[in-house]
């Protein structure tokens, strides 16, 4: 154990913030280690939109379903896959493929997770706005995105001003499988279902009644978000 | 600056380990890291698979276009996006949405870059291998990745017996914009593609006399892993 894995260990999505301002030289720190995860093929096509402006921050709270701490966090980011500079360098870019789609996600993620980390250990909380997708094209005009650029979650970033109970995650012998894929162990997956249960009967704020499955069960009766593969294609991507 | 920092600030990808293993405690702490990183609406829909064969290390080698570390490092992983064991959990859970990939490829990077980030922390090093989805078909064979499960790309991990120069990364100005998005700064992108040409031509390995620009330009001239979106239609994701 090291304070790095602590901190790993320890993380929970912050959603109350304190007015406390980031001091910019830790700004910078958080940004850099954003920058300094690997990149597929080098090809860094990563972009972050850093969103300050209190009519955008409103508007973007709005269009992530009503999230109020996108307002209220001292930092507001949005991670996006970027192409555009590539086209820009090169005008006969192959663009278009699916594969870049992935691309594009895997390496914003890698750098948004650096980010959030540093920003844990220097003391700081904060929650993805993965909501951001319930209208990215809203999203994108905000932010002037340009073609073959897509907006992919928000980072809100600050001080806390709350430490919630760290969720459960589902066990490792369910998500790690050794040598081959492994069958759903549901004896297992039953004894998590009731640890989550207790989870949210006995939490402070937003009790629940729910199992894990039957949150999965209620969240994928539902389309998700089934505007995506054509908003995907408006910009450029997922297009061959 | 704090360790944690000090971590992410020095990574680079390591693919010369020495033969040395990974105890079992620090393996069970890396995963665990992994499965604290935040998941989008708690759907929890990553699978690792770890794979230690020598056999099938060495197709996973020869199926990431011969990348002979996946079968020198200690450990080898899979990560992946999964909504089988949802489908499982609720038979008749709406699946196959483009959003379900980009939810999957998200938070698989997440956990994934954690895992990375507690390892480097423990002074082991790694890379990630995109090249698997040179061949997503084979890989998934090998592991019995059942349908709604997707490779997404593996991780090595081991103790370094390298230590190569940190690659610099695109300056901060050009991929953090602020408020809206900015145009390429083309002197910016002139100035880091001499960084970059002179970062290749003094390095002690691998030597290359190529700008940034230049990469880009070779890279995106050919198409991308054509095939992808038939594959994943295939595992039954980006159908709707």
């Not at 699916?98 to 996600?105: F, H, N, S």
């Not at 905000?142 to 980072?155: E, Q």
């Not at 040598?179 to 998590?192: H, I, N, S, W």
Request: some cysteine; aromatic content about 8%; overall charge negative.
């Amino acid at each position: 154990m090291n304070s790095t894995i602590e901190t790993l260990l320890s993380h929970r999505s912050i959603r109350s913030f304190t007015e406390q301002s980031i001091l910019p030289e830790q700004l910078d720190t958080i940004l850099d280690c954003g920058l300094a995860a690997s990149s597929s093929s080098f090809i860094q096509c990563v972009s972050i939109v850093h969103v300050q402006d209190k009519e955008s921050r409103a508007k973007l709270a709005q269009y992530a379903g009503g999230q109020p701490y996108v307002e209220s966090c001292a930092e507001f980011f949005v991670f996006c896959a970027d192409f555009h500079r590539h086209q820009e360098i090169h005008p006969q870019a192959q663009l278009g493929f699916t594969e870049q789609t992935l691309i594009g996600a895997v390496d914003a993620a890698m750098v948004a997770q650096n980010c959030l980390t540093a920003a844990e250990s220097l003391g700081l909380g904060g929650v993805y706005i993965g909501g951001l997708r319930n209208n990215p094209q809203p999203v994108t005009d905000l932010l002037a995105l340009p073609k073959h650029v897509i907006p992919l979650f928000g980072l809100c970033l600050g001080h806390p001003a709350q430490t919630p109970e760290i969720k459960p995650r589902l066990p490792k012998s369910i998500v790690v499988h050794q040598e081959t894929y492994q069958a759903l162990d549901k004896e297992v997956l039953t004894r998590y279902d009731a640890h989550i249960q207790a989870y949210y009967a006995t939490r402070t704020d937003n009790k629940k009644a729910a199992s894990w499955s039957d949150q999965i069960t209620q969240t994928l009766s539902k389309e998700a978000r089934p505007f995506m593969q054509e908003f995907l294609q408006r910009q450029g991507f997922n297009i061959k």
